[in-house]
């Protein structure tokens, strides 16, 4: 070995085996005058405190530290000078391990190589008046910064480590509260020429609570935080800056960065999150309770990216501003109103939408693009829909959707309307307040049009083919255009429109009032006896409750109100054909009120006004109905007789005109109950003829057997008829034809009891022919002989023709 090796090697071990003794005297030095180091220390310490600094105790803990000097401090507790009244401790640590580095303390600078704080609680603490514990330290003038290399009275800490630690900042006066328990901490520092300073971290904590409004609850409460972070400080500026890293809250990866303005005087922040992939739960069990509360009355069943900012100051400012950014592709929402399926959107929050008017529920904003999905299986898109004022939510955008209508049974039920075919293309701008989370009385403006559809109107019973519809909302109202309906051979065409529409749908259905304006080229009112009855009620079709839209729709239609103004070129019911008809009807929860009908039939003009009563399968009606001009035998075989046997449409002749005022039941299938009738009938039948009246015939072959009995004319014949069920009343009338004179009286029975009286006098009433002179025609009328007759039931139900016997008795 060289000769200058080994030299160098016994100089080497010499400074060693120096360094050792000195090690060793100090240690010896340290352990020999604890105490007295300690008072002087803690003296030292508390000469710039606004309060106190006490160490317990101080160990040498060279091997730590080596080749630095180490200690152990124990037992160290920083209180404020106001402890006394607001008993919050600063700082209370079960021990310190401080390493400093000895050639550094050479040169007349204080580095710490490593500081560890283990088993420790720091509680910066801030009273409702603004003061601080913090104040312990007394401030110092701000100095120009040192260039590294210089002396400076500042230490710089290379290493950090936490052990075990509470770390608490408890503002009263900013109604904030941060509380994190800190498992592990371990950090590098690095010290740049310029200033400053540049940490890397590595931390694993427990946030119990990280309230930036106490009042409204804790972001991120008892969620494990754990990944590494890099730091930097800018002396100059006064801010900190944490680079964006990856950094594991709960189960979930988030990328968070933030900077720290210190200089200012509370200490400005903003914190940019980023979830790559989160679900909407765990999101939402991260914020405050007010909004978790809120967002868990909807999901999202996959991950979802998002970007939230946080920016304010950790002064009495409240909450700080809050930014939120998320995007969904291709999920299920699950909302209080349903489920949205194949649903995309990008999702914009914020609580400060108009700057300056605070971050509160009332400034708060949500803005959804390209919002679109299928409810149902009905697709739909949302340009841009918007919700503001979360304290009064009220939510905008226009609604867009083209879909097959049998698609709407999904949504509504079928115990109301049933669709099986028809396509619809609807464009709705809305407004509507938000009620627990659902719209409520949307304002809309739009167009629904539906084309080619058929439509069962399950509790009428009533279908429709073809149908053709165009729903126009203004505002509150609601116009229904170019509607085609069509049942059977009916083809109806209408135009209606709905006043203050949207309110009273939801508040007060009873009260709306539809007007109709009806046209139809052909309609067969058979095809529509539904209306006869009262609504069949409506039958669930699942075990599952109704949805609030078909409920709301079944109340509306069972309580709104219908005024149909209408015109008719035909209109068929069974036998009966009329033209030109114009009807006024009201159709209410309770029945129908008719006004204003006029038709065309058998030549003549019918006029009718009444209404009707529904209740179950039979319906009360009342008709006051005027006459004029109708050919009588159309009109009997129109009406099938009226319930007639002996007297049919065959058998009479003549144009009838009258006045009718009756009362009775139909039944829901548009059955007359004939023996419900009530009422009175008065009628004028000119240019009459009876023909082949089997009755006449059988009585007057014998009686008159060389006159005319196939045909009995006659120019006029009144009578006033009373209606009591089955039986009708014949009130005395004179009756002058072409066969004979007659008077007749008495009842009318459709069942059993009829009883006629008919005064027939002999006299050939052609032999008169010639008179003129009214009074003579009428002196002579019963003249001769008179056969006092009797119409009554026979054995075989048909009517007999007897000689009245006890006609003296029966006047």
């Given at each position: 070995?060289?000769?200058?090796?080994?030299?160098?090697?016994?100089?080497?071990?010499?400074?060693?085996?120096?360094?050792?003794?000195?090690?060793?005297?100090?240690?010896?030095?340290?352990?020999?005058?604890?105490?007295?180091?300690?008072?002087?220390?803690?003296?030292?310490?508390?000469?710039?405190?606004?309060?106190?600094?006490?160490?317990?105790?101080?160990?040498?803990?060279?091997?730590?530290?080596?080749?630095?000097?180490?200690?152990?401090?124990?037992?160290?507790?920083?209180?404020?000078?106001?402890?006394?009244t607001h008993h919050h401790t600063l700082l209370e640590a079960s021990s310190f391990d401080v390493a400093v580095n000895v050639f550094a303390l050479l040169k007349g600078t204080v580095e710490i190589q490593k500081l560890g704080i283990n088993n420790a609680t720091i509680y910066l603490y801030t009273d409702s008046n603004g003061y601080s514990n913090t104040a312990v330290f007394k401030k110092k003038e701000k100095k120009a910064p040192t260039p590294k290399g210089e002396n400076s009275s500042f230490p710089e800490i290379k290493k950090l480590t936490l052990n075990n630690v509470n770390f608490v900042v408890d503002n009263q006066k900013g109604h904030k509260l941060f509380h994190f328990v800190v498992d592990e901490l371990k950090g590098k520092i690095d010290y740049p020429?310029?200033?400053?300073?540049?940490?890397?971290?590595?931390?694993?904590?427990?946030?119990?609570?990280?309230?930036?409004?106490?009042?409204?609850?804790?972001?991120?409460?008892?969620?494990?935080?754990?990944?590494?972070?890099?730091?930097?400080?800018?002396?100059?500026?006064?801010?900190?800056?944490?680079?964006?890293?990856?950094?594991?809250?709960?189960?979930?990866?988030?990328?968070?960065?933030?900077?720290?303005?210190?200089?200012?005087?509370?200490?400005?922040?903003?914190?940019?999150?980023?979830?790559?992939?989160?679900?909407?739960?765990?999101?939402?069990?991260?914020?405050?309770?007010?909004?978790?509360?809120?967002?868990?009355?909807?999901?999202?069943?996959?991950?979802?990216?998002?970007?939230?900012?946080?920016?304010?100051?950790?002064?009495?400012?409240?909450?700080?501003?809050?930014?939120?950014?998320?995007?969904?592709?291709?999920?299920?929402?699950?909302?209080?109103?349903?489920?949205?399926?194949?649903?995309?959107?990008?999702?914009?929050?914020?609580?400060?939408?108009?700057?300056?008017?605070?971050?509160?529920?009332?400034?708060?904003?949500?803005?959804?693009?390209?919002?679109?999905?299928?409810?149902?299986?009905?697709?739909?898109?949302?340009?841009?829909?918007?919700?503001?004022?979360?304290?009064?939510?009220?939510?905008?955008?226009?609604?867009?959707?083209?879909?097959?209508?049998?698609?709407?049974?999904?949504?509504?039920?079928?115990?109301?309307?049933?669709?099986?075919?028809?396509?619809?293309?609807?464009?709705?701008?809305?407004?509507?307040?938000?009620?627990?989370?659902?719209?409520?009385?949307?304002?809309?403006?739009?167009?629904?049009?539906?084309?080619?559809?058929?439509?069962?109107?399950?509790?009428?019973?009533?279908?429709?083919?073809?149908?053709?519809?165009?729903?126009?909302?203004?505002?509150?109202?609601?116009?229904?255009?170019?509607?085609?309906?069509?049942?059977?051979?009916?083809?109806?065409?209408?135009?209606?429109?709905?006043?203050?529409?949207?309110?009273?749908?939801?508040?007060?259905?009873?009260?709306?009032?539809?007007?109709?304006?009806?046209?139809?080229?052909?309609?067969?009112?058979?095809?529509?006896?539904?209306?006869?009855?009262?609504?069949?009620?409506?039958?669930?079709?699942?075990?599952?409750?109704?949805?609030?839209?078909?409920?709301?729709?079944?109340?509306?239609?069972?309580?709104?109100?219908?005024?149909?103004?209408?015109?008719?070129?035909?209109?068929?019911?069974?036998?009966?054909?009329?033209?030109?008809?114009?009807?006024?009807?009201?159709?209410?929860?309770?029945?129908?009120?008719?006004?204003?009908?006029?038709?065309?039939?058998?030549?003549?003009?019918?006029?009718?006004?009444?209404?009707?009563?529904?209740?179950?399968?039979?319906?009360?009606?009342?008709?006051?109905?005027?006459?004029?001009?109708?050919?009588?035998?159309?009109?009997?075989?129109?009406?099938?007789?009226?319930?007639?046997?002996?007297?049919?449409?065959?058998?009479?002749?003549?144009?009838?005109?009258?006045?009718?005022?009756?009362?009775?039941?139909?039944?829901?299938?548009?059955?007359?109950?004939?023996?419900?009738?009530?009422?009175?009938?008065?009628?004028?039948?000119?240019?009459?003829?009876?023909?082949?009246?089997?009755?006449?015939?059988?009585?007057?072959?014998?009686?008159?057997?060389?006159?005319?009995?196939?045909?009995?004319?006659?120019?006029?014949?009144?009578?006033?008829?009373?209606?009591?069920?089955?039986?009708?009343?014949?009130?005395?009338?004179?009756?002058?034809?072409?066969?004979?004179?007659?008077?007749?009286?008495?009842?009318?029975?459709?069942?059993?009891?009829?009883?006629?009286?008919?005064?027939?006098?002999?006299?050939?009433?052609?032999?008169?022919?010639?008179?003129?002179?009214?009074?003579?025609?009428?002196?002579?009328?019963?003249?001769?002989?008179?056969?006092?007759?009797?119409?009554?039931?026979?054995?075989?139900?048909?009517?007999?023709?007897?000689?009245?016997?006890?006609?003296?008795?029966?006047?």
């Open positions: 070995m060289p000769r200058w090796s080994k030299i160098t090697l016994k100089i080497f071990a010499g400074l060693v085996a120096l360094i050792l003794v000195i090690y060793v005297a100090i240690a010896v030095y340290v352990n020999a005058n604890k105490k007295s180091l300690l008072d002087k220390l803690n003296v030292q310490l508390n000469k710039n405190l606004n309060g106190s600094m006490v160490i317990g105790g101080m160990d040498p803990t060279f091997l730590k530290g080596f080749p630095g000097v180490s200690l152990e401090l124990k037992n160290i507790v920083i209180k404020d000078s106001l402890w006394a020429i310029l200033g400053g300073w540049d940490a890397e971290l590595k931390l694993k904590t427990l946030a119990k609570s990280l309230a930036f409004n106490t009042r409204r609850g804790s972001f991120i409460k008892d969620k494990l935080l754990e990944g590494p972070f890099k730091l930097s400080y800018n002396d100059e500026t006064g801010i900190i800056h944490v680079n964006p890293n990856k950094l594991n809250i709960g189960d979930d990866l988030f990328i968070i960065g933030a900077t720290f303005d210190t200089s200012k005087e509370n200490t400005d922040f903003k914190i940019n999150i980023e979830a790559p992939g989160i679900l909407w739960k765990n999101a939402a069990a991260l914020l405050a309770p007010n909004i978790t509360q809120k967002l868990n009355m909807f999901d999202l069943n996959k991950p979802i990216h998002v970007n939230c900012t946080l920016a304010g100051d950790m002064g009495p400012g409240g909450d700080p501003a809050i930014d939120v950014k998320a995007i969904v592709k291709n999920n299920v929402l699950t909302t209080p109103g349903g489920v949205v399926d194949q649903c995309n959107f990008t999702g914009f929050f914020t609580n400060n939408y108009v700057n300056g008017k605070g971050f509160t529920d009332a400034n708060s904003a949500i803005k959804l693009y390209g919002f679109k999905g299928a409810y149902k299986q009905i697709p739909f898109s949302i340009d841009t829909a918007f919700i503001n004022d979360l304290d009064n939510p009220v939510a905008t955008g226009v609604f867009k959707s083209q879909f097959d209508v049998a698609k709407l049974n999904n949504v509504a039920g079928t115990e109301t309307l049933k669709f099986s075919k028809g396509t619809a293309d609807v464009k709705l701008a809305y407004r509507a307040d938000i009620v627990n989370f659902q719209l409520n009385k949307p304002l809309l403006s739009g167009v629904v049009d539906i084309k080619n559809a058929d439509v069962n109107y399950v509790p009428r019973k009533l279908n429709f083919t073809n149908t053709a519809i165009s729903l126009n909302f203004s505002n509150n109202d609601l116009f229904i255009k170019n509607i085609r309906l069509q049942s059977g051979k009916s083809v109806v065409f209408m135009d209606g429109s709905i006043k203050n529409f949207l309110n009273l749908y939801y508040t007060a259905p009873e009260k709306i009032l539809l007007n109709w304006k009806i046209r139809s080229p052909e309609i067969h009112l058979g095809e529509f006896l539904g209306f006869l009855g009262s609504r069949t009620a409506a039958k669930r079709t699942t075990k599952k409750a109704k949805t609030s839209f078909s409920e709301d729709l079944n109340s509306v239609f069972e309580k709104s109100n219908v005024d149909m103004h209408m015109h008719l070129d035909k209109v068929y019911y069974e036998r009966f054909v009329a033209t030109d008809a114009n009807a006024d009807l009201l159709l209410s929860e309770s029945g129908i009120a008719i006004k204003n009908v006029t038709v065309k039939h058998g030549g003549g003009r019918l006029n009718l006004n009444g209404n009707i009563t529904q209740k179950g399968s039979s319906n009360q009606f009342s008709i006051n109905t005027t006459i004029a001009n109708v050919d009588v035998k159309n009109f009997f075989y129109s009406f099938k007789n009226f319930g007639l046997t002996s007297l049919t449409s065959q058998n009479l002749r003549g144009y009838l005109f009258s006045k009718i005022n009756l009362r009775g039941t139909v039944t829901d299938q548009g059955k007359l109950v004939t023996n419900s009738m009530n009422g009175n009938l008065t009628f004028d039948l000119k240019k009459g003829a009876l023909v082949n009246f089997d009755p006449i015939i059988s009585v007057g072959k014998f009686a008159f057997p060389f006159r005319d009995l196939n045909n009995i004319t006659f120019s006029n014949l009144n009578g006033k008829l009373d209606i009591r069920g089955q039986k009708i009343t014949i009130n005395p009338m004179q009756i002058n034809t072409s066969l004979l004179n007659m008077d007749v009286a008495g009842v009318y029975s459709m069942t059993t009891g009829t009883n006629i009286a008919v005064d027939v006098p002999l006299r050939n009433p052609k032999k008169d022919a010639d008179i003129t002179d009214k009074e003579e025609i009428k002196a002579r009328r019963m003249k001769g002989i008179v056969l006092h007759l009797l119409a009554t039931d026979g054995d075989d139900g048909k009517i007999k023709i007897k000689l009245n016997k006890n006609r003296d008795k029966s006047k």
